[in-house]
């Protein structure tokens, strides 16, 4: 069991995905209201096996020097959360907020499980090629080994694919064949080192998550979303990264109450484990 729990807002979006840092801060806001509400509750709950042991950072990127620094200022938050022993709650702005974890992970025993829609190496004609959310994978100098799950990429060809990914598993194989995908997924993550799951929203079917900014149709369910976690392993988990959190095109903050949900579902599961 992770002894304590670093929860990291990290509200970056520039260079795509514009809009997110808003999610990320209104996943500050209401995870600071559960933990609140669970300070505040008189009744036993299931809450109480993680009382007491999240610590919460916030980061600002309200100034040029914060803005420059982005990406040191992530790699030590994540190194010094490492280095206690934590379990890591990432959340970030854009997807690109998430690379500071990368930077990190790389040449640690960790493998990353990256819930996306889309494969983060995009060299085609109308992308820039300058660092952005759609392509940040191609820009990391080391990367950790990696692992995609639930991609619709229908245009990227294999080899290419198989410079960056380790493995990568379609939502389509995941719809077509689920128990073979699921079982191929686990036996991926069996590896010495820990697994750190990517969650970018837009993995998610929009019908289910229209709050993002690059939504793909033919998605995942929530539902799968637990059958992949699941299949991953809780007792492998090492921590959770989410991105891509538009709240702007949330509804009733149904995107919102979505991963709230999931945070604690992940929290008691690694809690109560
Ligand atoms: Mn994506």
Redesign the pocket.
Known sequence: MANKTTAVFFPFDQFGGGGAAAGARLLADAFRELLDDNRREKVATRARCYAGKVRLHEAAFDDLDALQTWRETGQELVRQALARGDFLIWAAGN?LGVLPVYDELAGRDMLVVQL???L?VYNLSDCTKELSHGNFVRHCERLPPLINVGHRELLLRTEYVAKFYRQTFSAAELTIHPDKTLAAIGDACVQPGRVLVDL?C?VLDPAFFPAVS?AVPFGLTPQMLLRVLAAIGMDRLAGLAIS?FQPARDAADRCLETLMWLLEHVLLAVYER
């Open positions: 997807h996306d829609a889309h983060d970018d837009d690059e891509e």
